[in-house]
């Protein structure tokens, strides 16, 4: 079986679900040259405090945001679930506690695109969280352990932003360059990631007052992680989709294989 990738996704803005822009269409372009029997994607909308998946046959599609046009709520994403593709993803895993969870479903981390990926929702997701009472190490050594699915035909994707601040995001307002401290930080994640050095990735929060801006709180940042982790011998990132939108928002993608 051909190995497959690991993507992390820069998800950005719930509305990109509906957009037709250069980001959403790289993301079209990187599902049509893939066709992976299962997905497992860590999202930065499902941060709880315990490692969960997602067992339920037909997972549910979650809106899990405020104050956007009704037609975003109306988006369905009808995958299907895979509770074998989660068995094997508590084994890789144990001894570590992985609670099976039949309530969550499919955020709009996940979904919003996937919706681009694999338009046809026929690929089967499972969704990992992210434990939030855990140390970024412990995320990244995660994602070691889960890179033997790399070569089961599961395609593992992480979403969430390497640089994600809200507060200072234009919200409505006209298209705006990034600030000095996004691009800075980006710049530096990207020259780290293209030597190999995940040392200082995953040690992220000492990397000075540009982290501080780009990641105030780790939920998007850790999705990166998981992906390092499943990076294999010798296999160099590149960055399939790039830009920054309103400023302070990433929209990065990183992919390894």
Same mark, same amino acid.
């Given at each position: 079986?051909?190995?497959?990738?690991?993507?992390?996704?820069?998800?950005?803005?719930?509305?990109?679900?509906?957009?037709?822009?250069?980001?959403?269409?790289?993301?079209?372009?990187?599902?049509?040259?893939?066709?992976?029997?299962?997905?497992?994607?860590?999202?930065?909308?499902?941060?709880?405090?315990?490692?969960?998946?997602?067992?339920?046959?037909?997972?549910?599609?979650?809106?899990?945001?405020?104050?956007?046009?009704?037609?975003?709520?109306?988006? #369905?994403?009808?995958?299907?679930?895979?509770?074998?593709?989660?068995?094997?993803?508590?084994?890789?895993?144990?001894?570590?506690?992985?609670?099976?969870?039949?309530?969550?479903?499919?955020?709009?981390?996940?979904?919003?695109?996937?919706?681009?990926?694999?338009?046809?929702?026929?690929?089967?997701?499972?969704?990992?969280?992210?434990?939030?009472?855990?140390?970024?190490?412990?995320?990244? #050594?995660?994602?070691?352990?889960?890179?033997?699915?790399?070569?089961?035909?599961?395609?593992?994707?992480?979403?969430?932003?390497?640089?994600?601040?809200?507060?200072?995001?234009?919200?409505?307002?006209?298209?705006?360059?990034?600030?000095?401290?996004?691009?800075?930080? #980006?710049?530096?994640?990207?020259?780290?990631?293209?030597?190999?050095?995940?040392?200082?990735?995953?040690?992220?929060?000492?990397?000075?007052?540009?982290?501080?801006?780009?990641?105030?709180?780790?939920?998007?940042?850790?999705?990166?992680?998981?992906?390092?982790?499943?990076?294999?011998?010798?296999?160099?990132?590149?960055?399939?989709?790039?830009?920054?939108?309103?400023?302070?928002?990433?929209?990065?993608?990183?992919?390894?294989?």
């Amino acid at each position: 079986m051909t190995r497959l990738p690991a993507i992390f996704f820069g998800h950005g803005n719930p509305m990109n679900a509906l957009a037709d822009t250069a980001y959403t269409r790289a993301w079209s372009a990187i599902g049509e040259a893939l066709r992976p029997r299962a997905i497992l994607c860590i999202s930065a909308h499902w941060y709880i405090p315990s490692t969960a998946v997602t067992v339920a046959d037909a997972p549910r599609t979650i809106h899990d945001f405020g104050g956007f046009p009704a037609e975003l709520y109306r988006v #369905e994403y009808p995958a299907p679930g895979d509770p074998s593709l989660a068995s094997r993803v508590q084994a890789l895993l144990a001894p570590l506690d992985v609670r099976r969870d039949r309530a969550w479903g499919l955020d709009h981390g996940t979904w919003s695109v996937l919706l681009h990926v694999f338009p046809k929702a026929d690929v089967p997701v499972v969704q990992l969280s992210i434990d939030e009472t855990k140390p970024p190490a412990f995320h990244y #050594e995660i994602g070691r352990l889960l890179a033997p699915l790399r070569d089961e035909g599961v395609l593992v994707i992480g979403s969430g932003n390497v640089v994600h601040n809200l507060h200072a995001y234009a919200w409505g307002r006209h298209e705006i360059e990034p600030f000095d401290w996004a691009s800075r930080f #980006e710049a530096r994640v990207r020259e780290l990631l293209l030597a190999g050095d995940d040392g200082p990735l995953v040690a992220y929060e000492s990397m000075g007052p540009d982290a501080a801006l780009c990641a105030p709180t780790p939920d998007h940042y850790l999705p990166l992680l998981y992906v390092m982790g499943t990076r294999k011998p010798g296999e160099r990132a590149s960055f399939p989709v790039e830009g920054v939108d309103g400023g302070s928002i990433s929209m990065l993608s990183v992919a390894f294989g």
